[in-house]
């Protein structure tokens, strides 16, 4: 497992990689951290929230998942886990809240 922290001006990221494995490669769980964003023109903040508090990308960034926190918690194992395979793997071009905030789209803003 890999914690990184990523940071800028505006926003502070804490990334945790948690390897996942399936018959075509890895999956990497992230936790999605919204931060609020200040509206300069109102002088206030916005925050967003999500309907699932995680993201798991395959190790091309192709593929991901939309899991919550008892998805998780549905899993075996420490270091390496295993996962039922009962939820739907969306390919990069399927767009949700999610994904377009991690891959930084520009759908993100109309969601």
Same mark, same amino acid.
């Given at each position: 497992?890999?914690?990184?922290?990523? !940071?800028?001006?505006?926003?502070?990221?804490?990334?945790?990689?948690?390897?996942?494995? #399936?018959?075509? /490669?890895?999956?990497? =769980?992230?936790?999605?951290?919204?931060?609020?964003?200040?509206?300069?023109?109102?002088?206030?903040?916005?925050?967003? #929230?999500?309907?699932?508090?995680?993201?798991?990308?395959?190790?091309?960034?192709?593929?991901? =998942?939309?899991?919550?926190? !008892?998805?998780?918690?549905?899993?075996? /194992? #420490? /270091?390496?886990?295993?996962?039922? !395979?009962?939820?739907?793997?969306? /390919?990069?071009?399927?767009?949700?809240?999610?994904?377009?905030?991690?891959?930084?789209?520009?759908? !993100?803003? #109309?969601?």
């Amino acid at each position: 497992m890999d914690i990184s922290v990523l !940071a800028d001006y505006n926003i502070v990221k804490l990334v945790v990689l948690i390897p996942f494995k #399936t018959f075509e /490669g890895q999956f990497y =769980l992230y936790k999605l951290i919204i931060f609020p964003y200040k509206i300069s023109s109102l002088d206030n903040y916005i925050q967003m #929230t999500v309907e699932y508090e995680n993201l798991v990308l395959d190790d091309s960034n192709q593929r991901f =998942l939309l899991w919550k926190q !008892a998805d998780i918690k549905k899993c075996r /194992g #420490t /270091g390496v886990m295993i996962c039922s !395979a009962d939820k739907p793997i969306y /390919g990069r071009n399927v767009v949700t809240c999610e994904s377009s905030l991690y891959f930084q789209m520009d759908e !993100a803003r #109309t969601l």
